[in-house]
């Protein structure tokens, strides 16, 4: 009880700090003035709002395939790396170009969508080889009037096939809302705070047992276009593993080859075709898979907190459009594969088995 009163002060001052920000600058946005008078803009060819995102600088404000991170890197990899989209996306305008003599009203939206995620992972089994087919969805809201601010819900559900040996629900469902803040420090450093409290649980055991308070803390150092290093902590809440250390360096070694060196998500990507409407990148990863869910076991109904882990070599495609949509496809090996209860009852290894899963992000 303790440790969970800590978790709920703890997001109670991270989300008054996130929504204080936010309210700051809504407020100091709307005192500013909507029309510009052309006569005090004649100097400008190209009118337009362009204060929605900060400024990039010089050094990474190269497009298409350069040598670095900002340019390329998947949007599951942003995710899961903490990769500031600062960095990574093209300044946006909310109001078209104005002809000569025409005053301008610039718009900036309170929420815009910035992106979505749908996938799709299989993992098979029978008997007791416990096998899971997993769905998720997520929807990343941006708030343009307040620099760095996102909120993402994200929604996901696990059907589970097996084991006969215990007694698992037939499914367990992921619910979480993702509070995500990232700044700017100076030229070469930037770091990002997140916080996502969330109940994942079989819907019949909706206790303190199925509440999960996730969050990051990351801070970025670009060394130069062709090195970056990541440093910071994950904390998963989980039962058998409540924080991991987020530490490494992505190095390019060609405008179309990089090695993400970075636990716990380690990453080689290698480009094999590119054309004026796509590019497909080849890449080897490995990955720490797995979750704790609140559940309700037997017949008796006894609340319990069921465990799954494991440890994943992947292999995937990852073609990239124009148009910002992106698919992947995977497969891989899974193995070390564990279930473990709260209550230590029906506890048990799993054999290994493979992996298929596709992701698309819009």
Known sequence: MLFQSRLAVFLMIALG???????????????????HNTEALSNSPA???????????????????SPQVPDVLDAEARDALG????????????????????EVETFVPLIA????????????????????????????????????????????????????RTDLPARVYDTSVAFRWFKKF??????????APGVYSD???VTSDSLRITGRGLAYYMHSQSKQFVVGVVYLDREDLSLLPAAGMIMWFSE?????????????????????????????????????????????????????????LIGGLETKHTNGMISQFEIG??????????????????????MVRYQLTF
């Open 17 to 35: 700090f996130l929504l204080g920000d936010v309210v700051g600058k809504m407020a100091f946005a709307q005192g500013l003035p909507a029309l």
């Open 47 to 65: 009118v337009r709002h362009r204060t929605i995102f900060m400024p990039r600088d010089q050094e990474i404000e190269l497009v298409g395939q």
């Open 83 to 102: 990769i500031p989209p600062q960095l990574l996306e093209e300044d946006q305008s909310w109001s078209e170009l104005p002809e000569d003599g025409e």
């Open 113 to 164: 969508h910035k992106r979505a995620t749908a996938g799709t992972t299989w993992l098979p089994g029978n008997g007791d080889e416990l096998g899971i087919f997993s769905l998720n969805l997520s929807e990343t809201l941006d708030f343009p009037r307040s620099e760095g601010f996102t909120v993402t819900p994200r929604f996901g559900v696990h059907y589970l096939d097996g084991p006969v």
């Open 186 to 195: 100076n030229e070469k450093w930037s770091y990002e705070l997140e916080v």
């Open 203 to 205: 819907f019949k055991n």
């Open 256 to 312: 179309g080859s990089r090695l993400e060196l970075i636990f716990p998500k380690p990453k080689f990507t290698y480009r094999i075709e590119k054309d004026e409407s796509k590019e497909r990148w080849l890449y080897a990863a490995g990955e720490f898979g797995g979750g704790s869910w609140g559940i309700r076991r037997g017949a008796a109904g006894v609340d319990d907190v069921a465990t799954y882990s494991d440890l994943r």
């Open 333 to 354: 090996y899974v193995f070390n594969r564990k279930l473990e209860y709260k209550s230590q009852v029906g506890d048990y290894d799993i054999s290994p088995t493979g």
